[in-house]
């Protein structure tokens, strides 16, 4: 199948859906090409709106801007190429700062996938929700997030919604690597791919982005996406992931 940048696109906002309604102060509203949400955790990223059409209806978001502001929780908006400035501006006054883009990745053709999984030393297993704790102190360390604000949207709950699986990676005896993968219908999507400082470098990253990508093409999906951040991208493209659009993202001031 031809995966193009609407149908991934609606996967982002599908998949924030699902988490917004596990998180336990979570709410989402989705309408007119535009869905905000907030998991209540005061980290800007796991707040936010964002477009999942480029021509979204103005009302309707700043509407959503309001509810944000009125929450006190911080925000992020993220935004397609090709959107109006209208949506641009309405951040801008409300004190919003632009961030740098964020590329949205996809990959169709997993030939490489194989090879990345296998690493010598890493030893990679599926976590059971009551070890949820695990994924928490390696991604919020690496994310620098405290951990008690990361452990109250990554909950057990989560991780017994369908579709979602947490994978850990360990060096010996030591978990060194984490990342998460969220199926719903044909597309699985790939979060929170963290490795601590001293093991970087040496493939753990994409071994579980390898990891998760395979197992979700074996249960049935046909593709993955994900949001790359700076030091991931590259290890995103070696894989065969290709940038579909890059997101202009903001974060409020709160």
């Known amino acids: ?19 917004f309604e596990v998180a336990p102060l979570g709410w989402m509203q989705r309408e007119a090409g535009a869905f905000a949400g907030a998991t209540g955790v005061p980290i800007a990223t796991l707040n936010g709106i964002w477009l999942e059409s480029r021509n979204p209806d103005g009302g309707t978001v700043a509407a959503m801007f ?16 090709g959107t109006p400035r209208e949506i641009t501006d309405q951040a801008l006054k409300r004190g919003m700062t632009r961030g740098e883009a964020v590329p949205l990745m996809v990959l169709e053709v997993p030939t490489d996938l194989p090879a990345a999984r296998e690493v010598e030393g890493l030893n990679v297993r599926v976590l059971e929700p009551d070890d949820i704790a695990v994924h928490v102190q390696i991604a919020a360390g690496v994310f620098g997030v405290p951990e008690e604000l990361f452990a109250s949207v990554m909950t057990r709950e989560l991780l017994r919604a369908e ?27 790939v979060f929170n791919v963290a ?3 001293p093991y970087r470098g040496r493939g753990y990253g994409a071994a579980i982005t390898a990891r998760v990508v395979s197992d979700a093409l074996s249960a049935g999906a046909e593709w993955a996406w994900l949001q790359s951040s700076p030091a991931g991208y590259r290890v995103y493209e070696r894989l065969g992931f290709v940038t579909v659009e ?9």
């Open 1 to 19: 199948m031809t995966v193009d940048p609407d149908l991934v696109a609606a996967a982002l906002a599908d998949t924030w859906q699902r988490l």
């Open 66 to 81: 309001d509810r944000l502001d009125a929450s006190g929780l911080p925000y992020c908006l993220q935004l397609r190429p």
């Open 163 to 189: 579709g979602l699986r947490c994978y850990v990676g360990a060096d010996g005896t030591d978990d060194v690597t984490t990342g998460m993968g969220v199926t719903l219908g044909s597309g699985v999507g």
């Open 195 to 197: 490795t601590l400082a």
């Open 246 to 254: 890059r997101w202009d993202c903001f974060a409020s001031r709160v």
